[in-house]
């Protein structure tokens, strides 16, 4: 009997695991992405066009992913579910974005492609910036599972060697973006982009 029970409570907990899977999953691909245009792939990468894009952004100390993560998520879920002069409460989007260095990491959420600085309503929390990128060519590389700082270096270490094996030039840091809500399991998607010096006529 309680071999039995067992059996049943084990089949509901995966079964209830299996459902939030699912639901995370189609979830994901009702999400709005921010748009870019794919210019050329490589067996390692692919070279990306951005145009630009509405961010709201918080800075921070920490050096690692793990410092940066939770902390920069609350601000700017806080902004979005809420958190603003409007009290409007404003669609997730994905890619998260995280630099993160030794001298000022960030975090930033991408804003709905409907939102601009003008129209955006203003954070409450003065920590929270809203800016607007400049176009850029990027390259990318893209690795599943959940990242840490050691997944974190070693495709940006990977990026970097195919880079220059390519004779492609790049500046700045490199860059984490992250997909995925800390809750799905399967199907992850992070890309480690850097930007490049990418002239159209390659």
């Given at each position: 009997m309680k071999k039995r029970i067992f059996l049943i409570v084990t089949f509901l907990l995966v079964s209830i695991v299996?459902?939030?899977?699912?639901s995370s999953i189609m979830a994901s691909n009702k999400t709005e992405t921010q748009k870019y245009r794919v210019i050329k792939t490589e067996k390692e990468f692919e070279i990306r066009f951005y145009p630009p894009a509405t961010l709201a952004t918080v800075t921070s100390s920490a050096k690692s992913y793990k410092e940066l993560a939770s902390p920069g998520f609350r601000k700017l879920a806080g902004f979005i579910f809420g958190g603003n002069q409007s009290k409007k409460s404003i669609s997730m989007t994905s890619p998260v974005h995280m630099?993160?260095?030794d001298t000022a990491s960030s975090m930033s959420f991408v804003m709905p492609s409907a939102y601009t600085k003008v129209n955006l309503p203003k954070p409450n929390d003065p920590n929270v910036i809203i800016s607007t990128t400049s176009e850029e060519y990027v390259a990318a590389i893209r690795f599943s599972g959940y990242a840490s700082d050691s997944e974190l270096k070693k495709y940006s270490d990977k990026l970097r060697s195919a880079l220059d094996s390519h004779g492609i030039r790049y500046y700045g840091n490199f860059r984490f973006l992250?997909?995925?809500a800390p809750f799905q399991f399967w199907g992850r998607r992070n890309e480690i982009i850097v930007s490049i010096v990418w002239n159209t006529s390659n």
């Open positions: 299996i459902f939030i899977q699912i630099d993160i260095n992250g997909y995925n």
